[in-house]
């Protein structure tokens, strides 16, 4: 019972004759009922219930109820109001008993909402015979399914199939929440792909077709991917079936790829026309990678028209979607027989639920700002010279292309403007919800002449700004209307990409501004809004935008005042050095000095010079006066936004947090109860944020726009939804590693919940910049700063708190490999409003001068200002303003402190020595002559290296601080003689000479030589703090220079030419106090500008005057806390190998801030073992401790190789911060822990660390950590407590031998050797003597103890060298290993047993010698004759299908109780259960070389096979050693085998030929044998069945590589190769889970399941029993019951309810197999193995389903090989009779103007299309029947197993080969009108599937169109009458025939038909003709008695006359022949009457 509870409507629309009088009707199936009417009333309820009885009948899952609202009339028709349609999927499935559908949308006959809703209740209650639904029932008639409206039934809803109103209501069951999972999807199944460009591959098979539209059609299908694109072969009709398969292969940026669209389209192939287009379906490709396993797999797509949007669906197609990236498993596709069950509606890759919508996404641009310069000047130039007004910022023509889902569409372009104002609507039409994910806006530069440049681009990311809100339905009550459609804005987009600075040449950073890579400058931002409109119609693509709309936009333009201050507390770890460095900050265009556009801000900081830091790095020395910057700008408020996201995002940092502790936990296995504790204190963490925090209210907040508000709902919902789950967790959860994953998901949904999509406040810029050249720069997000009033979490991560920022090079090719520096900045950013609050963050004072420098140059002795060339008296620090003290004005509510005084700037002035504790002074000594005279001392006799003045030896003083090593001496350890003079000579102009010799020739003019004498830093330790203080230089405060330019030193040289001071003064603020005054510091102080412009000096840019000129503003510390570090540097492991040696020489910079060390190098290792500690004594942090502590500076490791010549490389850089302790007597110590090290994106290794930072108290340190143990002179080791604990432990290594050992050094390797290096000890093998002949080491085994840590996370990894043994004693390494995870060798010595060691077959062959097995054939005749009958009925094939589960093609075979295999869908060895066939020994690759750049491994120079056992030992030397682990092992000889090699068929090969198919054959290589299967290659195809069985036999272990490879055969070209697979059959033969030959489930003695082995069950029981240690198995007398390993089996057990067939052996062995069957060895198998190429390394080339099976020769013979010859197909004939049709639709007129035509019948199998036949024609049907009695003959060759036709024929007449398809075996049978004279005419069509056909009618009276099931088409429900004609034989009576008018399928006629199928003897037995051709028997073919009325009209003039003008004209015909007769009479009448007359009156006889 079925009952809808109509409640309530609301809102329904007023009707143009007042109030209507609301009545519902509800249809479903063919019933309808109605509630009464209500009278005007616009919210009716009625409140009534309507039932509608099931008659007994469960619900189908398609069913639905349409429910229409009317206006009740009293007479005439009821006027329709609105309509819904509601599905009933939910209700049918059982899921729910009752479906509450509230608020369901009516929709007009458009389907559009009318603004009404209606509220309904539909129960259901199942009968009591159905228990459960059943989905393929065929009483639902789906043709329902597209009338969507009330009683007309005629409404379209758009895409057919579900009402438009269920989109809007998820209750009404929506089929999936697809919408959802689109918008939603989560980016979690892209793996972390890195972003380098690699190999893809994508594969798209396409299936079928249904309801295509259109008659008698040629459907086509065309797949574009990437610019490739392919096409199917044409096929015909409506239904088409294609099966093929496409592959796209593609190596680009992930990224890049998942923007790429699929397109697949449908032509029609017989159109020559453009549009022949009939339909299309697009998708992006990372949707495909988002599906679960990367696959869409067979499903239907809805095929639409792209350019009529109103049109509806165009049919399906069915297709299945693979992307496969590198080491991606490949899905299997279950071809399922009953493909045409697939529910369409089930299996929609879009559910009709959530039908696609036409939507139009509207892009409003209203107007963009801080566009920049992008055109040249020289236009501008010349027009300037002419007087025009300079106008350089607006060199810029702009205009913004938009993209989205292929189509790009153009903005207006506005010339030369800045801020342009666009003003104008992009309209994109679109289906939604689209597959598509990203709206592109590119803002380009307009150029006349060349191409447009791109100035940035952005993107609005779908599923960012749009919701379907499935999520968290379940919990929300009353509101699940979380979804929401696409929305942004109005809202600015800020664009990023190359720096702004415009020059002339191409720009180097241009990618930038495409979006590839991380934009590096701001480059203006663009004022955007999207809304999206459903369903609506649009005209213009592009339209301007009304003024209403303008003016409503202003307000969301209101811009605040914002304030940034940030102080730079520190600047190391800098490499290169030079010029003086600055930092600028910006923020948009706010604070970047070379932008002239805004108000010259104190942006940079001042110039300062690095100093060496006594190491390796060096630092900006700021010591206690920070350089500080501050910023003022000008932004929208969107603070509500930012809250809400920082709060979101500080509970996902603290959860972070959490969940890094607890994984750590679970590495390091602590306790259960701590990790309970760890656990609670997170679940507890989460439940606490989430109550305390909750997302702010939008109620009142300034420009908050509709997404605001979306946003906000669902975010809160989300939230809640993760609170309850983490409630529930709390008092549910029992293991904490199973709710790992559930945390982790929640951690994703926050961060994704954290971001914001409308953020247009810019990122925060900080560069670097050395000189005036921008070097390096970071972006630090401007919410991660801010500050906000609403709580404290709402504040910003680093909001006034110190944060460490390492910068990068722009667009860095190494990702970072080498670090400019690293930045300790303290940054606050907030409203103007709120910056007296900056007070409580700021620490230190803060301290504001101007400053301007006094210069003044050397002319005759005299200082003075007369000799300045181009310089002023007075400038600014670059000498190239002009500045004067009278024009400073201090800025407004500022005043000056104090007057102006000298005040040296120190960090310009730093002398070369400065860091160093060592250093030489330098000075060249310099003669020159005449050639050929005496030397004399040259003019300047001393200068330094550049040939500029310096002063003599004696001169020079050792300044304070330093004393000198030695004297004076001269440098030979340079190209110079035994003097130290080098020569040279000089040509002019030139003063001196260019280069230098150390031999003496005639023509020689100069000579130099080189005094050097060491200094050392006197060992007295001077703080910083107090070096600042020394009074340095002239006390005068000059600096001195030798020429104007950057270099000045402090004490004056003899050689000095120029000198200047630097002036200060200081200001204060005038009014208020605290920190936060210096937001008031805007604008430049005065410049003298008047001067500039006397000169007629073209004005230079604003920059050079302003930003020179802003004060500085200094934060000042009183003085630093003093803290003591020290950093335990333990272990490092997987580093990089970058010599050639194939090691590294591994040592490291540990930095912390300003200061650095290095540990010692380890020379060649990959796996170093430091075991250091790094005393940092006094490190020096200005601040806060607490906020240290909070926060500490890292210790950063660089960890490089050392190189003996050239530099050393960089192997990575890894983080760790410091454990703080601000009271050193806290007790707790650092764990050491890994952490990961980074090359460039890459991780490179890990590095075991700890480190602490202890605050000094007392300066003597009394009260630190002692101090730990030494190594060496200054070599500290990691002291106790936090060095890791270790047991002494013992170490089997089982060395078999060495393979596949590649030329070292073009030398084989003959004589290998192994070293093993582990924990420190190492131990060497025994030397294999040659390794051709055996390569097995000659002593297996070898053993040693190591102390090792207890913990598992703190092992080292296991390193394996094989060294050779070559001529003269050299040693080289030819390969190396090294193996980390040692838990899986870890064993309890006392348990398990010897069994490792030994392998089921090598054990045989060590096995006594009494094994003779016969097997040959005694059977009698007659059991032979038997088995050649069974082999018809079932062969090979029976059994491996049948153990695929494809019953339908293995006849009989399971009843016959034979066995079955065992499928493995993956290598034999990656089985799991069989541990990779490594349990006797594992295969570990060697590598030799550096690790490459490209990402490439190291390359493989062999293998080594082994296995290592490890087990504790006790420290007491009186315990006795456990066991040994290996013992008995096997010869380690060489074995001959025999090998047979089963190739079964290959799967999805990758195509080589043109027409994407490819023509395999099999190529096997084993050692030197090669066996090329060329001659028997399979024609086109890429799923070819080979059924190919080699045999070989080969020497193992030399030859135990067996490649197979499957070539593509090529008649011309050379073959391809498609993929290989290699096999291990060593591992194969030795491993004890009898790999070698599977072991089947019954003994048989013949038939196919013949026993192959050499060994009878019994035997092998034993083996294994002897090799396990246990006792032998005892079997019984009779051999019906064993006993093994303390069990009793008996016969009856293992075969008490399977048929006993005759083939099966005797019972003894029977039940040997039986027990053996239970001990885990490996059955008979079909193993799949994935193909390879080279040319893709990593993709799958396809899938070889195959095995292998292995018999060394000692054992004697092996069975009889298998049969696996594949099938051959059946030759049977479809007979088909057409006797008659009837109501045949009359298409012609006749002359005489009857309808009639002229029939006749077409037919062929689709696939044999060439074999089409017709029958004659009946003429003149006037009533629609036709006679034929005609037969169609169609031979065709059928797979019986299969169920397809098996189809063979040349593609093309050029074609080589004939190619074979399968196609389903079907009929079409075609009515036609036959026209002379013209084209025949089409009437209708007939397709029926000959294995479910659907039976015929009786009568022609019953033969309606419903019989044909196939209307919804794909959904058609079996039907339960349908057969098989195979079956069944032969089958009479009528089909109805139908064709296609506007999309509704109509009846064009019925034919009788008898359809025959027979085979190939009982055609011969039973012969028959074509047609009614001889022999015309079975049955006999009468000439049809056809109405006399059928003939052609043109060949029988006769009948024409009888039958046409006869019969038509008859009475006429009588009535003219009167007529003539009359007027004949007439006519003589009047002719003979005057002389009758005149002979009456005459009478001339009388």
């Known amino acids: 019972m079925l009952r809808v509870v109509v409640e309530s409507a609301s809102k329904l629309p007023k009707s143009s004759f007042g109030t209507p009088d609301p009545i519902t009707t509800v249809n479903f199936k063919d019933e309808k009922k109605k509630t009464k009417s209500i009278n005007s009333n616009l919210n009716p309820v009625w409140n009534e219930v309507l039932e509608f009885d099931l008659k007994g009948l469960p619900l189908d899952s398609s069913s639905f109820i349409t429910v229409t609202v009317k206006d009740f009339e009293t007479i005439g028709k009821d006027k329709f109001i609105g309509s819904t349609t509601i599905f009933l999927k939910d209700l049918a499935s059982g899921q729910v008993k009752t479906l509450p559908s509230k608020n369901l949308p009516l929709l007009n006959e458009k389907s559009q909402p009318i603004g009404g809703t209606i509220d309904l209740l539909i129960a259901y209650e199942p009968p009591a015979s159905a228990a459960l639904p059943n989905p393929n029932d065929p009483t639902a008639n789906p043709q329902d399914a597209g009338a969507g409206g009330g009683d007309e039934g005629d409404e379209e809803y758009v895409d057919g199939g579900g009402g438009g109103g269920v989109p809007e209501s998820p209750s009404a069951g929506q089929p999936g929440n697809q919408l959802q999972k689109r918008l939603g999807r989560s980016k979690k199944n892209r793996r972390i792909l890195s972003n380098k460009p690699q190999d893809f591959q994508i594969r798209i098979r396409v299936i079928e077709g249904r309801q295509l539209p259109g008659n008698n059609i040629k459907p086509v299908v065309k797949v574009n991917v990437c610019g490739q694109t392919h096409r199917t072969r044409i096929r015909r009709g409506n239904n088409p079936f294609f099966d093929e398969i496409f592959f796209y292969n593609v190596n680009m940026l992930p990224s890049d790829l998942f923007d790429e669209y699929i397109s697949i389209r449908v032509y029609d192939s017989y159109s020559l026309r453009a549009d022949s287009l009939m339909g299309e379906f697009k998708l992006d490709v990372g949707y495909v990678y988002d599906e679960p396993g990367h696959t869409v797999m067979r499903k239907w797509l809805l095929l639409n028209d792209p350019d009529d949007s109103t049109s509806g669906a165009k049919g399906y197609l069915k297709v299945s979607m693979f992307i496969v990236g590198t080491g991606d498993e490949l899905p299997v596709e279950n071809r399922d027989t009953d493909g045409d069950q697939d529910d369409i509606e089930s299996n929609l890759l879009l559910p009709a639920g959530v039908s696609l919508r036409w939507v139009t996404f509207m892009l409003k641009l209203y107007r963009a700002e801080d566009i920049p310069q992008m055109d040249d000047a020289f236009v501008q130039s010349v027009k300037e010279m002419f007087g025009a007004a300079s106008n350089k910022k607006n060199l810029v023509d702009p205009f913004v292309e938009v993209c989205f889902a292929g189509k790009k569409i153009c903005s207006k372009i506005i010339e030369k403007n800045a801020n342009p104002d666009w003003n104008q609507v992009i309209n994109l039409q679109i289906k939604f919800p689209s597959m598509c994910d990203r709206i592109r806006l590119t803002v380009f530069d307009w150029d006349r002449l060349t191409r447009n440049d791109a100035v940035g681009t952005t993107y609005l990311n779908l599923s960012k700004i749009a919701s379907s809100g499935g999520d968290f339905e379940a919990e929300n009550t009353g509101e699940s209307d979380v979804g929401f459609l696409p929305a942004f804005g109005p809202c600015y987009v800020n664009l990023y990409g190359s720096p702004r600075e415009f020059t002339g040449f191409p720009d180097p950073y241009e990618d930038l501004n495409y979006g590839k890579g991380e934009g590096v400058a701001y480059r203006g931002r663009v004022l955007v809004e999207l809304t999206t409109k459903l369903d609506a119609k649009v005209d213009k693509k592009i339209e301007d935008i009304p003024n209403d709309d303008i003016l409503v936009v202003e307000k969301y333009q209101r811009r605040r005042k914002y304030s940034m201050c940030a102080v730079f507390h520190t600047a190391n770890m800098l490499q290169d050095v030079g010029e003086p460095i600055q930092f600028e900050v910006s923020i948009g265009n706010y604070g970047n000095i070379f932008d002239s556009t805004c108000k010259p801000l104190a942006s940079t900081t001042q110039y300062s010079c690095a100093v060496f830091d006594g190491n390796f790095f060096y630092y900006l020395p700021w010591s206690n006066i920070k350089p500080v910057v501050i910023l003022t700008s000008y932004w929208e408020d969107i603070s509500h936004r930012m809250d809400a996201v920082n709060i979101i995002q500080n509970i996902t940092d603290r959860l972070q947090n959490h969940i890094s502790s607890l994984k750590t936990a679970l590495l390091a296995k602590v306790s259960d109860t701590r990790l309970a504790e760890i656990w609670l204190k997170l679940v507890n963490q989460v439940i606490e944020d989430l109550d305390s925090n909750p997302v702010p209210e939008l109620e009142g907040k300034a420009n908050l726009t509709s997404l605001d508000i979306q946003i906000r709902k669902m975010r809160v919902s989300a939230l809640k939804f993760i609170k309850d789950s983490a409630v529930r967790m709390r008092e549910e959860a029992t293991d904490v590693k199973t709710t790992l994953m559930e945390i982790e998901n929640w951690l994703e949904r926050m961060t994704g919940l954290g971001d914001e999509p409308q953020n247009s406040m810019p990122d925060v810029i900080i560069w670097m910049l050395r000189g005036e050249k921008r070097v390096a720069y970071a972006r630090i997000p401007a919410h991660r700063i801010m500050y906000s009033t609403t709580s404290e979490q709402a504040c910003g991560k680093y909001c006034g708190k110190t944060q460490t920022i390492y910068m990068q090079y722009p667009m860095d090719k190494t990702k970072g490999i080498k670090l400019p520096v690293q930045l300790r900045v303290n940054m606050w950013f907030g409203l103007s409003a709120h910056e007296n609050k900056f007070n409580s963050f700021a620490e230190g004072t803060f301290s504001v001068f101007t400053e301007m420098y006094e210069n003044q140059a050397l002319v005759f002795g005299k200082w003075g200002t007369t000799g300045l060339v181009g310089r002023h008296k007075t400038s600014d620090v670059t000498g190239k303003i002009k500045l004067k003290r009278e024009s400073f004005m201090p800025p407004k509510g500022w005043e000056w402190e104090e ?81 130290g003079w080098e020569y040279g000579i000089t040509i002019p102009p030139d003063s001196k000479p260019k280069s230098w010799v150390p031999a003496e020739k005639m023509y020689h003019t100069h000579r130099r030589k080189r005094m050097v004498r060491p200094r050392k830093k006197e060992s007295k330790a001077i703080t910083p703090s107090e070096k600042m203080a020394a009074p340095l230089g002239d006390p005068e405060g000059w600096e001195y220079s030798s020429l104007i330019g950057w270099k000045f030193h402090r004490m004056q040289r003899s050689t000095d030419t120029f000198r200047r001071r630097r002036w200060r003064k200081k200001m204060a603020p005038s009014d208020r106090l605290g920190a936060a005054a210096i937001f008031k510091l805007e604008g430049a102080l005065g410049t003298d500008i008047s001067d500039v412009d006397e000169k007629g000096k073209s004005k230079d840019s604003a920059t050079t005057m302003f930003g020179a000129n802003t004060p500085t503003v200094s934060c000042n510390f009183d003085k630093p806390f003093v803290y003591h570090l020290r950093v335990y ?157 270790v047991q002494l432990t013992g170490i089997e290594i089982l060395t078999w031998g060495l393979r596949n050992m590649k030329n070292f050094q073009l030398a084989a390797v003959s004589s290998p050797s192994l070293i093993v290096e582990f924990g420190g000890e190492v131990v060497q093998s025994a030397v294999i003597k040659n390794i051709r002949k055996n390569p097995n080491f000659p002593g297996s085994v070898l053993f040693f103890k190591v102390l090792l840590p207890k913990e598992e996370m703190y092992t080292p990894p296991i390193v394996i060298k094989v060294i050779d043994h070559r001529p003269f004693g050299r040693k080289p390494i030819v390969g190396q290993c090294t193996i980390d995870s040692l838990e899986v060798f870890r064993c309890d010595p006392y348990t398990t047993r010897a069994e490792v060691a030994m392998s089921s077959k090598v054990a045989l062959m060590a096995a006594p010698r009494d094994v003779a097995i016969d097997m040959e054939d005694r059977r009698p005749l007659l059991e032979t004759q038997q088995a050649e009958r069974e082999k018809e009925t079932v062969d090979w094939w029976s059994k491996f299908y049948s153990s695929l589960g494809e019953h339908e093609k293995c006849g009989p075979y399971l009843q016959k109780g034979y066995d079955t295999l065992k499928i493995f869908r993956t290598e034999l060895e990656n089985v799991p259960e069989y541990k990779g066939l490594t349990d006797f020994c594992d295969t570990f690759k060697l590598y030799r070389g550096k690790s490459g750049e490209d990402d490439e491994d190291p390359s493989v120079v062999g293998e080594f096979k082994g296995l290592f056992k490890i087990y504790p030992l006790s420290d007491d030397p009186g315990v006795p050693a456990p066991p040994r682990q290996f013992r008995e092992l096997p010869d380690s000889g060489p074995q001959e085998c025999i090998v047979r090699i089963y190739i079964i068929r290959a799967i999805d090969l990758q195509p080589k030929d043109n027409n994407g198919l490819c ?46 490879s499957v070539y593509d055969y090529d008649l011309m070209s050379r073959d391809e190769k498609v993929g290989e697979t290699v096999i291990d059959l060593e591992n194969r033969l030795l491993s004890r889970f009898g790999s070698y030959c599977g072991i089947p489930q019954t003994y048989c003695t013949s038939g196919i399941n013949q026993w192959r082995d050499q060994m009878k069950p019994s035997q092998i029981l034993q083996n294994l029993s002897r090799l396990r240690g246990i006792p032998p198995p005892v079997p019984a007398e009779n051999g019906k019951t064993l006993s093994h390993a303390g069990r009793e089996y008996t016969l009856d057990e293992f075969e008490a309810n399977k048929e006993i067939h005759q083939h099966l052996g005797p019972p003894n062995e029977r039940l040997a197999l039986h027990v053996l069957r239970t001990q885990g060895l490996v059955p008979e198998h079909v193993e799949s193995r994935t193909l390879y190429s080279s040319f893709q390394p990593t993709l799958s080339q396809g899938i070889l389903q195959m095995w292998v099976d292995i018999f060394p020769k000692s054992l004697g013979l092996p069975g009889p090989p298998l049969d696996i010859t594949p099938r051959k197909p059946k030759k049977f004939f479809l007979r088909v009779i057409i006797w008659n049709t009837t109501e045949v639709i009359l298409d012609e007129t006749s002359i005489t103007g009857e309808d009639m035509s002229d029939i006749y019948v077409k037919g062929w199998m689709p696939g044999m299309e060439e074999n089409k036949q017709k029958t004659d024609v009946h003429f003149r049907s006037l009533d629609g029947d036709g006679n034929f009695n005609w037969r169609f003959v169609y031979p065709f060759e059928y797979l019986p197993a299969e169920q397809l036709c098996l189809v063979s024929r040349k593609e093309h007449f050029w074609s080589l080969d004939k190619s074979e398809f399968r196609t389903p075996a079907k009929l079409i049978i075609q009515i036609w009108d036959n026209d002379k004279f013209s084209l025949d005419d089409y009437l209708g069509t007939l397709e029926l599937d000959l294995n479910k056909l659907t039976p015929p009618a009786k ?17 058609s429900h079996k039907s339960s009458q349908d057969t098989s004609l195979f079956t069944q034989k032969s089958v009479r009576g009528w089909w109805p025939c139908m064709s296609e008018v506007d999309g509704k399928r109509t009846l064009t006629g019925k034919v009788e038909m008898t359809l025959e199928i027979v085979t190939e003897k009982e055609a011969e037995e039973r012969p028959a003709g074509k047609g009614r051709d001889e022999p015309n028997m079975n049955p006999k073919l009468d000439p049809p008695n056809r109405p006399e009325t059928s003939f052609f009209w043109f060949t029988n003039p006769c009948k024409t006359m009888k039958f046409i003008v006869w019969r038509r004209f008859k009475w006429v015909f009588i009535g003219i022949i009167i007529l003539i007769l009359v007027l004949l009479f007439l006519g003589i009448l009047f002719y003979s009457l005057p002389n009758y007359i005149s002979m009456k009156i005459v009478k001339p006889f009388q």
């Not at 250093?919 to 003669?927: A, G, L, S, Y």
């Not at 290589?1565 to 069985?1589: C, Q, S």
């Not at 009568?1899 to 959904?1915: F, H, M, N, S, V």
């Open 1559 to 1604: 023509d395999p054959y099999i190529k096997i290589a084993l050692g030197k044998k090669v066996v090329e299967d060329r001659d028997h290659y399979i024609p086109n195809t890429v799923n070819p069945v080979f059924g190919r069985m080699f045999e070989l036999t080969c020497f193992i272990p030399q030859e135990k590589d067996l490649k197979i």
């Open 1129 to 1285: 540097v333990y272990q490092a492991r997987n580093l990089l190998a970058l010599d050639k040696d194939s090691f590294s020489d591994p040592y490291a910079h540990v930095s912390f801030l300003h200061l650095s060390k290095t540990t010692e190098t380890i020379p060649a290792t990959l796996n170093p073992t430091w075991d250091q500690t790094l005393i940092f004594n006094t490190v020096e942090i200005y601040g806060d401790p607490q906020s240290v502590a909070q926060n500490p500076p890292n210790v950063v490791f660089e960890l490089f190789d050392k190189d003996q010549v050239g530099k050393d490389e960089p192997l990575g850089r890894s983080v760790c911060p410091p454990l703080v302790k601000l009271n050193p007597e806290t007790g707790v110590s650092p764990r050491l822990l890994w952490y990961p090290i980074m090359h460039g994106d890459k991780k490179s290794g890990d590095l075991l660390v700890a480190a602490e930072l202890i605050m000094k108290d007392k300066p003597d340190g009394s009260n630190l950590p002692i101090v730990p143990p030494k190594r060496a002179a200054k070599l500290y080791m990691v002291p106790q407590g936090i060095r890791p604990v």
């Open 1899 to 1915: 009568t022609p009276q019953k033969c309606l169109l419903e019989r044909i099931t196939d209307i919804k088409g794909p959904a």
């Open 899 to 979: 007057d102006w005084f000298v005040d040296p700037e120190r960090s310009l002035l730093t002398e070369a020595d400065a860091g160093h504790t060592e250093f030489t002074d330098e000075v060249f000594q310099n003669e020159t002559r005449y050639p050929g005279g005496e030397w004399k001392p040259a003019d300047e006799p001393y200068t330094d290296v550049n040939g500029e003045k310096a002063q003599s030896p004696s001169q020079i003083e050792c300044p304070p601080g330093w004393k000198w090593e030695e004297a004076w001496s001269f440098d030979i350890n340079r190209a110079v003689d035994e003097n």
